[in-house]
C-alpha cells in the first residue's frame, strides 16, 4: 500500500510530463531538461555502438571532448526503457522512479524511527514532495531528484547500529554506494552521516565493539561502487578536452554569485527567490530553498523532550542548514560584511577551503534536503505520540505540507513540462555531417533544444554544455556575420557584404564538415528572423523552408569563389 501510495504521489508531481510521456519532458525548455534528455540518448547511443560513454563527437565539434554525463547512472538504469520507448520515455521514468524512491524511503526511515508507520507519512510526502525537489524538477536536473537512497542508507545504518551484522553492514555499504552514484553530492552527505557511525564504533562499550568487525563489509560495497565512476568522473574534468570543467576560482564565484543563498528563502512563503536567476541571468532555473511552516512547526514539536536519537535528528537539520547557507552570510539581498567590507565567513567556507571533496561543491543549497529530511522525521516523531490518532492525524498533516509546499513556496506548481517535439526541416538534410542551428545567441540553457533536435537527426553540432558562442562558429566570417546581426538592434538586413570573404568561409565550413545550417525564425523576435533569413538567402541562396524552419545546404562551389 505504502509502495502504491508513493507511486502515485510521484506521478501527480510528474503528471505534465506523464500525460504524453514521448511527447513532454519534465521540466521548463529553457532549463536543463533538454541537456538531460540529451545525456540519456548519447549513453545509449554510445553503448549500442561499443563505444566509451564518456567521449563524445556529438557536441562542441569538430572537436568534441570528455564528458562524463551528470546524470549517468539514471541513464544506466533505465537503458531497458529507452531501447523500448527512447530518451523522452527513459527520462521521465527516471525522474518519476526517482520521486517514487525519495517518499518510500524517507517513510522507511522515520517509520524505524518514530516506531510508526501511520506518523511516516508526514516526512515521506514532505520529502518527495519538497519545495527544493519541485524546483530541482522544475529545472530539469533528473540526477538531483535521485534522493531516495540517502534516507535508504540512513534506515540501513540505523538497522546495522541495532544489530551489527554483515547483512545489515552490506546493505549500508550497497546504500551508501548508490547515493554516490546517483548524485555526487548525495554520496558526500551520505559519508557526512555516516561518519558518525564509524566514530561510534571506535568508541568503548558492547556496541562499539560489535560494530568494528563489520564496518569492513560496509566501506567495500560502497567504494566497489563509487570509486570507479569517482575516476572515470575526475578522470572527464582533469583533461584539456573536457567538454565540462570546475576550478576553484570558478566554484567560489559561483557559490557566491550564481547560487547564493539568502537565508530569509528558506522561511519566506510567495513567489520569492534567492537568487532570481531569470532577473540576473536570464535563466529559467529555479533555486527554492523555502522549508516550509508545517514542516518547521510540527519537527519543533517533534524535537522536544530528553531523547537522545531526537537530539541527533535536531543536530542534523542544523548543522545541515548552517552548511546549506553557503560560504558567506547573505540576507535580504545582500551580502552582510565586516568593517573592511569583508564578508562574512561561514562554516561552509572554512571546509570548502580545507577539504578536497567541499572545494568542488559549487551548490551550497543542496545540503537542504538533509535538513527537510532531519524536519520529517522529527515531524513524524511529533505525531507518533499520538498513536491512536495519528491514523486521522497523518495524513491531514502531510495534506497541510503538500499544500505549503505546492501552493505556498516558491517552487513553481503543478511543474512544468517540455515539449520535446523535433522540427521536421531535419528530415530534409541529406548525407551526413554538421548541423549549425541558428540563432547563436540563444541562452546557454535554451540552447539545449539544439541538443535535443540531435536526437532526431544524429549529426554533430558546434554546440557544447557550458559554452554559448562555439569557438568555430565565432572563427568563421559567415557566421560571426550571423552572431553581429543578431546581436545588433539594425531592424534590415546590411546594405551591402563582403561576398568574397562570405563565400570562402562558407567553403571553409563546408570543408570542416558542416554540411547545413538551419535557421529557426520562431526563435528570433518577428524582425530579426526575416534579417536573418534576408542575409542568408544572399550569401547561400534560397532556403528550404519547412514548418517556420529554414534549411541552407552548405557545399563548397566547384570552381571556388
Not at 500525460?19 to 521548463?28: F, K, M, W
Not at 529553457?30 to 560513454?53: C, E, I, K, M
Not at 526517482?98 to 522507511?108: M, P, R
Not at 571506535?202 to 564496518?215: C, E, F, I, S, T
Amino acid at each position: 500500500m505504502i509502495v502504491l501510495l508513493y507511486a502515485l504521489l510521484a506521478a501527480g508531481v510528474c503528471a505534465p510530463a506523464l500525460v504524453n510521456p514521448a511527447g513532454r519532458a519534465l521540466g521548463h525548455a529553457d532549463a536543463d531538461t533538454f541537456n538531460h534528455v540529451w545525456g540519456y540518448w548519447q549513453v545509449f547511443q554510445a553503448l549500442a555502438a561499443g563505444r566509451s560513454p564518456l567521449t563524445t563527437e556529438l557536441l562542441g565539434y569538430p572537436s568534441g571532448g570528455a564528458l562524463y554525463f551528470i546524470d549517468l547512472f539514471g541513464a544506466l538504469r533505465t537503458l531497458p526503457v529507452q531501447w523500448a520507448f527512447g530518451p523522452v520515455v527513459a527520462y521521465n521514468v527516471a525522474c518519476w522512479s526517482n520521486l517514487w524512491l525519495a517518499g518510500l524511503g524517507a517513510h522507511l526511515l522515520a517509520a524505524r524511527v518514530s516506531g510508526s508507520s501511520w506518523a511516516a507519512l508526514v516526512a515521506g510526502v514532505g520529502f518527495a514532495a519538497s519545495p527544493h525537489l519541485l524546483g530541482q524538477a522544475h529545472n530539469g536536473i533528473s540526477e538531483t531528484l535521485a534522493v531516495g537512497f540517502l534516507p535508504l542508507f540512513v534506515w540501513a545504518a540505523l538497522g546495522l547500529r541495532a544489530a551489527p551484522g554483515r547483512v545489515w553492514a552490506v546493505l549500508t555499504g550497497v546504500m551508501l554506494g548508490l547515493c554516490g552514484l546517483s548524485n555526487w553530492y548525495y554520496g558526500l552527505f551520505a559519508g557526512l552521516v555516516g561518519l558518525t557511525f564509524v566514530a561510534e564504533s571506535l568508541g568503548r562499550g558492547p556496541r562499539a565493539a560489535a560494530l568494528r568487525p563489520v564496518l569492513p563489509w560496509a566501506l567495500l560495497p560502497a567504494a566497489l561502487l563509487v570509486l570507479p565512476a569517482l575516476w572515470a568522473f575526475r578522470a572527464t574534468m582533469n583533461t584539456d578536452a573536457a567538454l565540462v570543467a570546475r576550478d576553484a576560482d570558478f566554484v567560489l564565484a559561483s557559490l557566491i554569485g550564481h547560487n547564493v543563498v539568502d537565508t530569509l528563502s528558506f522561511f519566506r512563503p510567495g513567489d520569492h527567490h534567492s537568487p532570481d536567476l531569470l532577473k540576473l541571468y536570464d535563466e529559467r532555473l529555479r533555486a527554492v530553498v523555502y522549508l516550509g511552516w508545517v514542516s518547521l512547526g510540527l519537527a519543533a514539536l517533534g524535537a522536544r523532550g530528553e531523547d537522545g536519537a531526537r537530539r541527533g535528528w535536531v543536530a542534523l537539520a542544523v548543522v545541515s542548514w548552517v552548511l546549506a547557507l553557503g560560504p558567506f552570510l547573505y540576507i535580504g539581498g545582500d551580502h552582510m560584511l565586516l568593517p573592511g567590507s569583508v564578508f562574512v565567513p561561514l562554516p561552509f567556507y572554512a571546509l570548502w577551503a580545507s577539504l578536497p571533496l567541499f572545494s568542488t561543491l559549487s551548490h551550497a543549497y543542496r545540503f537542504v534536503v538533509l535538513t527537510q529530511l532531519a524536519l520529517g522525521v522529527l515531524a513524524a516523531c511529533a505525531l507518533a505520540r499520538r498513536p491512536r490518532l495519528a491514523p486521522v492525524l497523518a495524513p491531514l498533516a502531510a495534506l497541510a505540507v503538500l499544500i505549503d509546499s505546492a501552493l505556498l513556496s516558491p517552487a513553481d506548481w503543478p511543474v512544468p513540462a517540455a515539449d520535446t517535439a523535433v522540427p521536421a526541416v531535419y528530415a530534409q538534410i541529406q548525407g551526413e555531417g554538421a548541423v549549425i542551428d541558428l540563432p547563436v545567441s540563444l541562452q546557454s540553457l535554451a540552447q539545449g533544444r539544439y541538443a535535443l533536435y540531435q536526437t532526431q537527426h544524429g549529426r554533430p553540432i558546434p554546440y557544447a554544455l557550458n559554452n554559448p558562442t562555439p569557438p568555430v562558429l565565432d572563427a568563421r566570417r559567415l557566421t560571426r556575420l550571423v552572431i553581429d546581426l543578431e546581436r545588433s538592434a539594425v531592424a534590415s538586413p546590411p546594405p551591402t557584404l563582403p561576398m568574397f570573404d562570405l563565400l570562402v568561409s562558407r567553403d571553409l565550413l563546408a570543408s570542416e564538415g558542416f554540411t547545413a545550417i538551419v535557421l529557426h525564425q520562431g526563435l528570433y523576435p518577428q524582425a530579426m528572423g526575416e534579417k536573418l533569413r534576408v542575409t542568408l538567402d544572399r550569401v547561400l541562396g534560397p532556403g528550404v523552408e519547412v514548418e517556420g524552419a529554414v534549411l541552407y545546404r552548405l557545399s563548397p562551389s566547384p570552381a571556388g569563389p
